[in-house]
């Protein structure tokens, strides 16, 4: 991909990977250390990168989702901008019980019970807003199964939380 | 409990995220600083557009692994500011990573990150490189979009250090039982000075 082209894909995306990371990581701070890995990988690999900018864009997530699930430790060293982010998204950040209603957590505690495959998926679907297609370009992993993981979800999710409902 | 709710409460559950101008400026900051250079850094070493060039002995190519690369896509794991034998000034950096297209065993790459971190690059003596690498570098020949170039004394400085840096992790990795090719080091140098001048006819 060309520079001019893979910069205008980071920074249509890169805002949307920092949440991908900062939903996952345990450390919020520590979302801003990812996305550098990405963009270091982005700019490294960019022969690699698709050339059609919605792949790129799920190729990106595939990298950040690849990153998230190594066991690299991340670097001690960091750039300025890097410790400049981690500040900023340490500042934001906030305990759950304080930052999210109890039904949100609850949903939460439901899908953090769901089998590895099927929780992703989710996660993927609601909280990034990918639709299953995607997930399943970004998970290399038939469209077919993705789909077959979702409902297999969704049917376990609305049995543990038959409880709840949404106040209108 | 209906699709319709199910997918409210799904949707409603994603954990919140840090938002705000404070945090677009900080994303873009850094977006700015891993950009890729372009011309930023004009007399940063960038070897990579000349490895296809570079001729090197086979053994000392082998232990230098991959080319030096110069971008700003990536931050230092270990880095030094030296002096070079010509009084040139050069910012140092260095990173291990996963050798593309190889297996690459977690523990190796903890093992050659720790080898780098751990080594103090100030002191490294780079006496018996140097005297295998230079006469190496003496008889190569380089082209880059057509302009034959010699290196100066210090871009044989910071190959030098980055051949020796490659070796000491590739034996540090081989020690403990790993394959030493599945880790790469990348190494950049920024200098006050060329690192290359022009030759040939």
Redesign the interface.
Known sequence: MK?DD??RL??AT??DV??YF??RVTD?ADA?DC??EV????????DRVPNDAHEARLWMFGIARTILT????L????????E??R???E????P?AA??TD??LD??AA?AELPAAQREV?QL???EGLPLVDIATITGVPASTVRSRYAAA?TT??AA??T???DT | ?D?R????????????????A???E??E????????P?GRRPRALTVTAITGVLVLGGATAAAAGPPL?T?????????TVQETRDGTLCTQGF?VSAT?ERVTD?AA??IA?DAL?AIDLESLDLTETLRELEPELAGAEYVEGGQPWAPTTAFTDHFALFVALSSHIRDAVAAAGYDPDSVSLDGAAECDGPLTTPAGP
């Open positions: 520079a893979l910069e980071i920074t890169a805002g920092l949440r900062e939903r919020r801003a996305l550098s963009l270091l990988i982005l700019w490294r690999d960019r190594a066991t690299r430790r670097s001690a060293r960091r750039s300025a901008q890097v400049r982010l500040v900023v998204l500042a934001g950040a906030h759950e930052s999210s039904l949100a949903v939460r899908i989710v679907h609601h909280w969704r999710l609305a939380l038959s709840h409902h949404i | 409990m699709d709710m199910l997918t409210r409460l799904l949707d409603a559950s994603a954990p919140e995220t840090a938002e705000g404070e945090r677009d900080a994303l900051a850094l977006l700015a600083e891993q950009a890729h372009r690369l971008h700003l896509g990536w931050w230092a794991e270990a880095s990173r593309p977690p790459l903890e990150r971190v």
